[in-house]
DNA sequence: GATCGCATGTGCACAGATTCACAAGCGGTG
DNA sequence: CACCGCTTGTGAATCTGTGCACATGCGATC
């Protein structure tokens, strides 16, 4: 077993984790081959004593004097998230969002290739969509058995999304991305995480809002806090 | 003027009120008049003193011994969200993502209509998604002025994603909601919120990564720690 | 091999968010 | 009109996350 194994990461640092990577494989691509914390959280948008921290529960992976290696950073981050290996998902939902998921290469590309899309209408069932077949219902345990999924994702209209989940659950799906705007409830040792547009349009309004009423309010100075940076706005 | 107006509201708080916003909405539709905190954090997933403090930022709308009236509530919560009218949005980008989201009904019903949507690909351009045509690059400043837009959909891939923000900025949008994985840099006074959806199944990669090695490492008992009620997971 | 510059890793103080626990106060009841 | 049950609204304690500031230690240079 690796040094030390569970440590416990907290919540936020493992949220900024995917965007270390994916930073940091960009860079790789560059060719850069060592980057400090100040570098990584200024390509982060982040305060760079944060960075160390967030990479500091991962171990001591940097040198004093000089920053990190990127290879090496990757693979730890990559470990750590458990992304050394892929993680097949299957979508459940052939409606817009549904099909734009399956065609997103970004899942692919990024460890999370598609191992199949199901519709609970059979009139969708057998058209194609992102290089996908859409499959009736009736199949989800079997895909989710012979590919060994352990990641759904919930693209239904809210009414359905709960019965969605359940059938998820009842394959043997342990984690869950809903877009469905519900509450999904699953039983205890399942994930869920929720994304939903609609919410983040209605805190930018929310911003929106204040803004003009400030404004009507003849506030004459600057209208936000100042970041870090000269060029960045609010990041709300 | 009203009350007390300029209270800052807490961002965490922010994030959660569009989410009590929707249930209410149900509520009301299901015929309920009234509900209690502890009523609204049942349906909501959420800690009952949480939303009690939540709306009272909002002021003291409920009623001891009672609960809070429902339709004042979603008046209030909508008023301070800025939800009293409808802020149109203009979606820059075309592909699968842009596409569905140009479709999805979930805009428009909540109070973002899609301005239009345009795309700097001129074989995209007049093809028609969601009800909308898609207009070219060119045209998008002025979809912006004539219709008032100030949020922004940035929904192209990667490397374009900076320059449809400078294109959206430079047209008068104050808001983006980002959903390329890149961190755009924008002018002060400009708010940006970004929606990874890599990232997020990142996130639960973790989870499910750490679920297996805790498992391998032969951990009997309890998963994770127990939330609030008997049905429902990590929520990470 | 001693010295110096520089970037990491971390102790500590602060800020923000969550939760508890209870006083305040409304509405119904006798 | 006094009492009682019930739920809000909020002070206070706690937990989580952030960011400063600096000691630590690596590598390069002389």
Redesign the interface.
Known sequence: ?PPH??RR?P?AT??R???Y??ILVEQTELGVESISSDGLAE???VNAAKVRKDLSYLGSYGTRGVGYEVDYLVYQIRR????DHD?P?VIVGAG??G???A??G??ND???PVAGIVDIDDAKVDTLV?GVRVRPMSELSQIVASRNV??GVVATPPASAQDAADRLVKAGV????NFA?V?L?????????????????????????????AAA?GTGG???A??DE???????
């Open positions: 077993m194994r569970a990461i919540e493992v949220a984790l995917p965007v990577l994916q390509l982060g948008g750590e998230l458990g992304l993680w998902v817009n969002l099909q734009a998921l065609g997103y970004g899942f990024r460890g999370f992102g352990s990641i342990t984690s869950i991305l705007p509450l409830s699953v039983p205890v040792g399942v994930t869920v995480r929720k994304v939903d547009m609609a919410v983040e349009l209605q805190i930018l309004s929310y911003h929106e809002q204040r803004r003009a009423s309010a600057q209208l936000h100042v970041p000269g060029r960045r706005g609010v990041s709300a």
